[in-house]
């Protein structure tokens, strides 16, 4: 959870990242999450190549309160 561009002190976001299948084959089992009744809407966006280090840049600026590349 972030209060860091999302979220409230009381009611902080959750942050999603997002793994090809592939990766998520690699690691090891965990306990399947229980199913929460909330719905969950986003957005996932393709980056261009060329865009890669612009990006990652506003990004890193961005959360600064943390997260793990």
């Known amino acids: ?3 860091d561009h ?3 002190p009381s009611s902080p976001g959750l942050v999603v990242t997002l793994l090809p299948t592939s990766t998520l084959q690699t690691l090891p089992q965990q306990p ?6 909330e719905e969950t809407v986003g957005v996932a966006y393709v980056v261009p190549e ?3 280090n ?3 840049a506003e990004l890193d ?3 600064k ?3 793990t590349r």
């Open 32 to 37: 399947p999450a229980p199913r929460l009744p």
């Open 65 to 67: 309160g943390g997260y």
């Open 54 to 56: 612009d990006v990652l």
């Open 50 to 52: 060329d865009r890669r």
């Open 61 to 63: 600026f961005r959360e």
């Open 1 to 3: 959870r972030s209060t």
């Open 6 to 8: 999302r979220g409230t």
